[in-house]
């Protein structure tokens, strides 16, 4: 599956793409789609088979599964 996930800081997205790499999940940095809203406007798209709820780190905002076009909120930061 695949998911597009967004973070509060620039360097939280970077230090969780290499989370992602050293655990061998595909996973690149790229701009925030549009349609979801970012507080530093980059985001990390990565595959995943497993329960992305393992995965998630306090650097994360919102993860969105991109199982259609729009996406699905599959997860939210407590504020």
Do not use: H, W
């Amino acid at each position: 599956m695949e998911y597009i996930a967004t973070f509060f800081t620039q360097s939280g997205a970077i230090k969780y793409q290499r989370f992602l790499l050293e655990k061998n999940i595909k996973a690149e940095i790229m701009p925030v789609p549009r349609k979801f809203s970012s507080s530093c406007g980059i985001s990390v798209r990565f595959l995943l088979d497993d329960d992305v709820l393992k995965y998630v780190s306090d650097d994360i905002e919102k993860i969105y599964e991109m199982s259609s076009i729009e996406g699905r909120l599959v997860y939210k930061a407590d504020m």
